[in-house]
């Protein structure tokens, strides 16, 4: 598969798991709701800067988009109230606090390796 379709797909996963819509996810990442169709459906290669903020959102790495069986990932990606309602702004938030909390568990596991 390509890594096009793959990373698409993905995304896509991850959007309706944290269910929002094209359009909400297409707003956050800046981009037209037509350009984010085109990416969940692998016609056009996506951004890394879109990629990076995508996965911010969604709590994982960006290099986790790139995974071919991502549905067997356990990845916590459901959120506490309705995402339908959630501004560009929100999300940004949301991603930002992720991001923290995603940096926090992999510190902590290093740690506990050490």
Known sequence: MQTENIVG???KLY???IGISQESLADYL???RGEMNYYENGKRTIPSN???KAAR???IDEYDLYDENI???QANTAFAFRANFLTAE???KIADFRKIVLNYLKMTKALHNE
Do not use: A, M, Y
């Open 9 to 11: 797909r993905n995304i």
């Open 15 to 17: 959007r309706e798991k």
């Open 30 to 32: 800046g981009v037209s």
């Open 50 to 52: 879109v990629i990076e």
């Open 57 to 59: 959102l969604f709590g």
């Open 71 to 73: 549905e067997t990932q």
């Open 90 to 92: 929100d999300l940004e």
